[in-house]
């Protein structure tokens, strides 16, 4: 079984500080690993995925996130924050060869001008 | 533009009826998803289907049914045995059966019952 726990409900930086949300996660079996941000009242979209290739992996809009077996960790983290990053943030694990995705709690990014 | 389209945005109910939310993917995925989103609660899996005429239960299936009779479509229905219905609702698809890959979501409808 997998499961996803994000550290932190709800983060608060500075515009050009660095953004750092933390994803620890429990799988059985190799995880394909994910980050999805959601924008207020809209659906969730991809940022990035882990699938057992290199294990720093680069997304959309300056994201990045490193994986670490030792550690079960798939932080995300961006040098620069800008006001546009500023919504929620989810990580998400499956096995591989599975047939759904388990969803954490969710972090909400707040930017502080 | 490809991508999935959910009706209503917003839909209100009264208590005892049932409600049908529409989903609608012209991707071609093979499966497709319903999420249910409560504050301070992540996502959570209401029904999956992988191919036409088959579904899955998921983790919060109780008082929810759904159907795939096209490939293109995935209905949910909230019925008034769901004890808590008001939330936001989400639809996802992804191209395969196993999720090594990305899901694509909907824009949501949020249910409120009255």
């Known amino acids: 079984a997998q499961s996803v726990t994000q550290l932190g409900s709800h983060v608060s930086v500075s515009e050009g500080a660095l953004v750092l949300l933390r994803c620890n996660y429990s799988?059985?079996?190799?995880?394909?690993l994910f980050w999805y941000v959601q924008y207020p009242n809209q659906g969730l979209q991809l940022l990035l995925k882990?699938?057992?290739?290199?294990?720093l992996v680069k997304g959309i809009n300056g994201f990045e996130a490193e994986f670490k077996k030792s550690e079960t960790s798939f932080h995300l983290t961006k040098p620069s924050a800008h006001m546009s990053d500023a919504a929620e943030y989810f990580c998400a694990v499956a096995g591989q060869g599975a047939q759904k995705l388990v969803f954490g709690q969710g972090t909400r990014l707040t930017i502080n001008p | 533009d490809g991508g999935i389209t959910q009706s209503p945005k917003y839909l209100f109910r009264k208590e005892g009826q049932n409600v049908t939310l529409s989903c609608e993917q012209n991707?071609?995925?093979?499966?497709m998803y319903w999420y249910r989103q409560d504050p301070g609660q992540g996502l959570r899996l209401i029904y999956y289907?992988?191919?036409?005429?088959?579904?899955q239960k998921g983790d919060i299936a109780e008082g929810y049914s759904v159907s795939r009779e096209k490939k293109e479509s995935f209905p949910l229905t909230v019925t008034s045995a769901q004890k808590n219905p008001t939330a936001f609702y989400l639809c996802?698809?992804?191209?395969?059966?196993?999720?090594?890959?990305?899901?694509?979501f909907g824009e949501g409808s949020r249910l409120t019952v009255l």
């Open positions: 991707l071609n995925h093979d499966a």
């Open positions: 799988s059985s079996v190799p995880p394909y």
């Open positions: 289907s992988q191919i036409v005429n088959d579904f």
């Open positions: 996802a698809s992804s191209k395969t059966r196993q999720n090594t890959g990305e899901l694509f």
């Open positions: 882990y699938t057992s290739a290199a294990t």
